[in-house]
């Protein structure tokens, strides 16, 4: 047979359960909680490094093409820019090449892009060409630089060709663009 004390303690036992149902719900939830909240998390953390790798990319992509056009057109003539013009453009292909793409984690990232978007607004200036990044354009925009289409093809080492579309006739001109 049981004691009273043993009684009374399995009493108590039953109450304190109940007393502490309040506290056992709200553990379980924030535990429920934060489990789908860390999956959520995770998902919505890839899809935002994907987006932003992909931002990230697109513009080294826009600034290696510009790089590329120049150094195309240096080597169909080699004084078509001035000698710090064309040391800016050496100095700006060093930094796309220095970023560090498989290590996004390096702190000198944001400092490599801060140096590449400065170095382009700068050749850009000396050339007085008003060209931009402007991100991924919209579908509604059509793509592309909105005054000029560029492009060039490497044909073996000794031939270039270089094509440019005015896509605005009343922003850039013929007279601008420089052969």
């Known amino acids: 047979?049981?004691?009273?004390?043993?009684?009374?303690?399995?009493?108590?036992?039953i109450?304190?359960?109940?007393?502490?149902?309040?506290?056992?719900?709200?553990?379980?939830?924030?535990?429920?909680?934060?489990?789908?909240?860390?999956?959520?998390?995770?998902?919505?953390?890839?899809?935002?490094?994907?987006?932003?790798?992909?931002?990230?990319?697109e513009e080294l992509g826009f600034y290696r093409g510009c790089v590329d056009v120049w150094n195309s057109a240096i080597r169909v003539d080699s004084t078509c820019f001035s000698s710090r013009v064309q040391k800016s453009i050496k100095q700006m292909e060093q930094?796309?090449?220095?970023?560090?793409?498989?290590?996004?984690?390096?702190?000198?990232?944001?400092?490599?892009?801060?140096?590449?978007?400065l170095k382009f607004r700068a050749i850009s200036a000396t050339l007085s060409m008003k060209l931009e990044y402007n991100g991924y354009p919209k579908s509604s925009e059509g793509?592309?630089?909105?005054?000029?289409?560029?492009?060039?093809?490497?044909?073996?080492?000794?031939?270039?060709?270089?094509?440019c579309n005015l896509l605005e006739l009343g922003r850039v001109g013929a007279d601008q663009v420089h052969a």
């Open 95 to 117: 930094l796309i090449q220095k970023y560090p793409i498989m290590d996004p984690e390096n702190e000198n990232v944001q400092e490599i892009m801060d140096s590449l978007r």
């Open 1 to 13: 047979m049981e004691s009273k004390s043993e009684n009374s303690k399995n009493v108590e036992d």
């Open 15 to 57: 109450f304190d359960s109940s007393l502490n149902i309040e506290e056992t719900h709200f553990q379980d939830g924030f535990k429920e909680g934060f489990d789908d909240g860390l999956v959520s998390g995770k998902q919505e953390g890839s899809e935002v490094g994907l987006k932003v790798g992909f931002e990230v990319g």
């Open 143 to 163: 793509g592309g630089l909105q005054s000029v289409q560029a492009m060039a093809l490497v044909h073996g080492e000794d031939m270039t060709e270089v094509a």
